[in-house]
């Protein structure tokens, strides 16, 4: 057995704002039902302090500027053991965990997130006032990216891991900021956490941490170099011996088309039928033509330049043209939420835009569309596209990342295997979507040939037990060169 602190700024169900919230609150489980002694670190945001029940104070810090505790609780559902890192001053605001109601930036997350990393290595280091110590200190992203560097430079403890789960985002702060948080001036070096003359608490991690990881095989090759590697392809290509791609899992529980309360009704691998009435419905509930015969295209993202909604614009008339009908759910850039709001104005009854975020409408987008589209730029692991596959809704996925190593394109050979579970495309380009679609409608009209596609694709185990026995083998590695 192992024991494990997991580092984190998220974790579902107490909050979330993107996939790192699902890692997180999955993982620590998984590792946890396979035998290890997984605990997590979470700063003390509105959501987690009201999300727990019976938490009790561990350790009160008296030479801290503003009242900090350590708290001791259960994550919900899982039990799994949670230090929360109680500071009113830091994380007691309004709007989410990175941004105010507004949508800015908190001016101070460099102190809010040093503190969690400082924390965070405090209680992997020999100093740490519990009784409970961790062999491996788990961090994850930008803002437990200094803890590594906390633990090298108070004289080591744990063993340290860097995950990256998107490398876009680096914490990147001005200099000052290295004294303001009490760094040795000597830390601000290309050997260290400088970065183009600021302070990045992701460079922090990824020097000084004993080993590295990332969320898919795929996008730890892909970041080795450029323009995947966002500036940090020099350090990762240095350190490639200690960097491993581990693909997420998925809650197979919660994205469980047999028994999901968000469906009108449900369906298995052992009978389809419930996902043509999950068609009907949404159709309706999104005011689409109740056409059965219509390729329903769904999709569910953030509506940026890096998932490609661009892409899917510039087809998305032609596609509705040829007779496909369009579902989409998301937010994100102003200019591609109102060019999705007009292509659903341009194609009432054939398109549909939702804007915002509906976890009850994603589950119906997965159940109810007939092909699910990730043309992401770049995408170091994704969840929708397992989710998909889970649903017999096979995903088109630009080959990237987590995408290439999640789903196997439907060419002949694999569809002659019964390996196949949806379809690849390698150019980020609108007409590449569009061949790879057009591909995809061709294989569609085939009825026998396209449920064997999404029996291949439901029959898949994304489960995290996978995954948690990949990070205890990596742990145990970390361990045995101490």
Known sequence: MTRILFATSEARPL???GGLADVSGALPAALCEIGEDCRLLLPGYHGVLGGVEGARELHRFDDLPHPVRLLEADMPDSGVALHILDAPHYYLREGGP??????????????RFGLLSRVAALLASPRSPLAWRPEVLHCNDWQTGLAPAWLKFAGGGARSLMTVHNLAFQGIFPADWVARLGLPPESFAVEGLEYYGNLSFLKAGLHYADALSTVSPSYAEEIQS???????????????ADLAGIVNGIDTAYWNPRCDPYLPCSYSVRGLSGKKRCKAALQKDLNLEADPAAPLLGMVSRLTHQKGVDLVLEIADRLVRDGAQLAILGAGEAGLEAACRALAQRHAGRAATVIGYDEGLAHRIEAGADL????????PCGLNQMYSQR?????????????????VDATPENLAADTATGFVFEAATAAALQATVQRALALYGDAAAWKRLQLAGMRRDFSWEHSAREYRALY???LAED
């Not at 450029?226 to 490639?240: H, I």
């Not at 699910?372 to 995408?379: K, T």
């Open 226 to 240: 450029e323009p995947l590697g966002m500036g940090l392809q020099g350090l990762l290509a240095r350190r490639r």
């Open 476 to 478: 145990r590695r970390m």
């Open 372 to 379: 699910f589209l990730m043309p992401s730029r770049f995408e």
């Open 98 to 111: 990175y941004q105010d109601a507004d949508g800015a930036d908190h001016p101070d997350n460099a102190e």
């Open 391 to 407: 649903y017999g809704t096979p995903p088109l996925v630009h080959a990237t990342g987590g995408l290439r190593d999640t789903v």
């Open 15 to 17: 909050v979330k704002t």
